[in-house]
């Protein structure tokens, strides 16, 4: 896609924040703009949302079985949760976002 990209823009390529979707607007129209974005949209939110999975288990595992946290981040609930890893993750993420 990126030689695609070259080949339609050019050197104008590095005037564009998007230029994927410039190119897929120029080549087929505004839908391939519109797809291209919705696209990008749908792949960023699959990787929040597979990471606010991810990120909770990964901490609890480095505090239980590494030993490279302390162990109270790997405390789990009764429903096998770790729920101070969970709401560590989510204070981290929310700072990074703010």
Avoid at 62 to 73: G, V
Avoid at 77 to 96: E, G
Wanted: glycine residues 8%; without cysteine; aromatic residues 10%.
């Amino acid at each position: 896609m990126l030689l695609v990209a070259i080949g339609i823009l050019g050197v104008k390529m590095g005037n564009y924040s998007t230029p994927i979707a410039v190119t897929f607007q120029k080549a087929v129209g505004e839908w391939g703009y519109v797809l291209v974005i919705a696209g990008m949209l749908i792949s960023i939110f699959g990787v929040a949302f597979a990471s606010s999975f991810n990120t909770p288990a990964l901490i609890a595992s480095l505090a239980t079985e590494h030993s490279m946290l302390p162990s109270w981040i790997g405390k789990k609930n009764k429903h096998d949760a770790a729920w101070v890893a969970i709401l560590f993750s989510a204070v981290i993420s929310a700072i990074l976002i703010t």
